[in-house]
């Protein structure tokens, strides 16, 4: 994640408004409806916001090439697929991941809320962006939830513990936890040592990778980020090496066999990313008493961050306090946006209609 100092000289700083309007009308014009165009923008923009540059408006180059290219068919909705009650199978018939994500995840609220648990395989959906977002929309809610997501339809990025190439992708999981009126504790991460889309973040800046997180196609270490855009591609390597591996295989195995949504060995590469998501989310209002388990997490929480914090650090935080920081520092100063990243949104807009006028005025 960006820390809050990170912008440099060449950004292009935009305001929230303006990036969710450019990016609602790129959409509309690629043929999405409004409901579509306005999901999707919601998405991207917050991931901007939180600092998850990795995963925010600059993924619209490669979201338009895939709809260009049919890989991303436009307005579609979720289809359940199996329904016992508590437990969900959702097919996202490849359409675009903020909706179908969305409309999977209303249904697993409104399920546990219910049953007081439930688990939903999500299935065959287009890359359904920054997991915390789903987490987030549990939380809100009032009810905890966990993710386990693998990727598909693309080569693989992430190299196994021990290995010296891609067998697999950057796998994230996510972890939500409600607190009341208070911000939720919200952990997601990549199971990789850092995302893929962070090392495209860094080489559209032709900024070089921090050491020990990838390796060039040879397997050696490297620092280069242009391995990962290079034929034949380098590897990113897994987070806490045997332990990232591990979960990294789990939210593979969870997400990709779970609803049949399909894992790497023997998935055609059609070049588009497709997600599975295996989720669980549960009311714990209907485990105990809600008071006194929100009392319990605080109570926790207080003991933990009460801990003097070590030397250079201000405090310390909860998984989900350094995204809600930038989220109020770039609403205050804008959302910086590299210029290789602005030039191929404007080309992203230009193959779906929009003109430079249409362009350059959401830059102003």
């Not at 070590?310 to 804008?334: F, L, Q, S, T, W």
């Amino acid at each position: 994640m960006a820390g809050l100092n990170d912008r440099h000289p060449d950004d292009i700083i935009i305001q929230e408004k303006k990036l969710h309007g450019l990016t609602v009308d790129l959409f509309r014009h690629a043929g999405s409806e409004e409901r579509e165009a306005r999901l999707i923008a919601d998405h991207l923009v917050l991931a901007n916001l939180s600092g998850h540059d990795s995963h925010g408006v600059g993924m619209i180059p490669r979201y338009v090439i895939n709809i260009k290219a049919g890989m991303t068919p436009l307005n579609q909705h979720a289809q359940v697929v199996l329904d016992a009650g508590g437990l969900l199978v959702v097919d996202g018939n490849a359409g675009v991941g903020q909706v179908v994500a969305y409309e999977a995840m209303q249904m697993a609220i409104e399920r546990a809320k219910m049953h007081g648990v439930c688990a939903m395989a999500l299935r065959n959906a287009s890359h359904i962006g920054r997991i915390g977002h789903w987490g987030e929309m549990a939380a809100t809610a009032g009810l905890v939830s966990t993710h386990y997501v693998n990727v598909i339809g693309h080569k693989p990025y992430v190299a196994p513990f021990g290995g010296a190439d891609a067998r697999f992708s950057t796998n994230p999981y996510c972890c939500a936890i409600p607190r009341g009126d208070k911000p939720p504790f919200i952990l997601d991460f990549a199971t990789s040592r850092v995302a893929q889309g962070k090392v495209r973040v860094a080489y559209n800046r032709k900024q070089q990778m921090f050491e020990g997180a990838l390796i060039d196609p040879q397997g050696n270490p490297t620092t280069d980020p242009g391995v990962m855009f290079s034929d034949p591609i380098g590897a990113i390597l897994t987070f806490g090496e045997h332990k990232g591996y591990g979960m990294a295989l789990a939210c593979e195995l969870l997400a990709g066999a779970f609803g049949s949504g399909a894992m790497r060995p023997g998935t055609m590469e059609r070049g588009a990313t497709i997600n599975n998501m295996f989720t669980f989310v549960v009311d714990p209002g209907k485990i105990g008493d809600r008071t006194e388990v929100l009392a319990e997490i605080e109570r926790s929480l207080d003991w933990i961050t009460a801990s003097p914090p070590a030397a250079g650090v201000e405090k310390v935080m909860i998984p989900g306090d350094p995204e809600r920081n930038m989220r109020a520092h770039r609403r205050a100063n804008g959302i910086p946006i590299d210029p290789t990243t602005w030039e191929h949104i404007v080309d992203a807009g230009a193959k779906v209609g929009m003109n430079q006028v249409d362009l350059e005025k959401y830059r102003a």
